[in-house]
C-alpha cells in the first residue's frame, strides 16, 4: 500500500487530454514539493516535472503538473501513442522522513 | 551530461548481503547532489532505499534502515549499496539516482538515472 495513491490506470485516444492524480496528506503532498516521472516500457524512470509544475529542459509542454491542498496532478494534452508508460508522483514525507512515491499508474493510448 | 551505471551479481543467495555500486561520469559527487539508489520489484512499483552526499550525510528508507549501508568514494566517483540478508522479497531492478534534495524546504527530486540492474535473491 502506497503513501500516495494513484489510480492504477488511465486510458484516452490520440490527441487527447489525460490527467492522473495523486493523493496524499499533509505531512506530504500538503507541505513539500511534487515531482512526476514516466517510465516507458523496460526502461529507467525519467523526471516529467518537478517542484510540483515546472518541465525540465527538453519536457515538451504537453506535460504540466498542479497542485491543491493534499493532492497533485500530471496533465498530458494532445496524446501519443508514445505516452504510452507508467507514471509515478514522488515528495518527501515529513513524518516518516523518507521520500515516498505513489503506487504507478500505467497510461494506455488507444 | 551526468551519466550513472549500476554495477554488481545479478544473483543473491537467500540470508547473504547484496552489494551494489554506481560509477558516476560526466559530474564529480564532491561537487554537490544526494546521490541515491531506488528499487523496484518486478511488475510493482518504486521504492526509494536511501540517500548519500559526499560528506556521508545519509538519509534511509525507515523499513530498510536496519539492513542498509550506502557509502560514497569520492577518489573513484562512485557510491554504493549494501542489503544484508536478503529474501525473495529483495529481487528487484536496483536503480541508482542523481537526488536533489534540500533539506530546509524540502524540495527534492531525482533527475538523473542509471539504466537499472535485476538482482535476483533465491536459495
Known amino acids: 500500500q502506497s503513501v500516495l495513491t494513484q489510480p492504477p490506470s488511465v486510458s484516452a485516444a490520440p490527441g487527447q487530454k489525460v490527467t492522473i492524480s495523486c493523493s496524499g496528506t499533509?505531512?506530504?503532498?500538503?507541505?513539500?514539493?511534487v515531482s512526476w516521472y514516466q517510465q516507458l516500457p523496460g526502461t529507467a524512470p525519467k523526471l516529467l516535472i518537478l517542484?510540483?509544475?515546472k518541465r525540465p529542459s527538453g519536457i515538451p509542454d504537453r506535460f504540466s503538473g498542479s497542485k491543491s491542498g493534499t493532492s497533485a496532478t500530471l496533465g498530458i494534452t494532445g496524446l501519443q501513442t508514445g505516452d504510452e508508460a507508467d507514471y509515478y508522483c514522488?515528495?518527501?514525507?515529513?513524518?516518516?522522513?523518507?521520500?515516498?512515491f505513489g503506487g504507478g499508474t500505467k497510461l494506455t493510448v488507444v | 551530461q551526468v551519466h550513472l551505471q549500476e554495477s554488481g551479481p545479478g544473483l543473491v543467495k537467500t540470508s547473504e548481503t547484496l552489494s551494489l555500486t554506481c560509477a558516476v561520469s560526466?559530474?564529480?559527487?564532491?561537487?554537490?547532489?544526494?546521490w541515491a539508489w531506488i528499487r523496484q520489484p518486478p511488475g510493482k512499483g518504486l521504492e526509494w532505499i536511501g540517500s548519500?552526499?559526499?560528506?556521508?550525510?545519509?538519509h534511509h528508507n525507515p523499513p530498510l534502515k536496519s539492513r542498509v549501508t550506502i557509502s560514497v568514494d569520492t577518489s573513484e566517483n562512485q557510491f554504493s549499496l549494501r542489503l544484508t540478508s536478503v529474501t525473495a522479497a529483495d529481487t528487484a531492478t536496483y536503480y541508482c539516482?542523481?537526488?536533489?534534495?534540500?533539506?530546509?524546504?524540502?524540495?527534492?527530486?531525482?533527475?538523473?538515472w542509471g539504466q537499472g540492474t535485476l538482482v535476483t535473491v533465491s536459495s
Open positions: 499533509y505531512s506530504n503532498i500538503g507541505n513539500n514539493y
Open positions: 548519500i552526499y559526499h560528506t556521508g550525510d545519509t
Open positions: 539516482a542523481r537526488h536533489d534534495f534540500i533539506a530546509p524546504t524540502l524540495r527534492d527530486f531525482f533527475d538523473s
Open positions: 517542484d510540483d509544475d
Open positions: 514522488e515528495t518527501w514525507d515529513t513524518s516518516l522522513s523518507a521520500v515516498v
Open positions: 560526466g559530474y564529480s559527487i564532491r561537487s554537490g547532489y544526494f
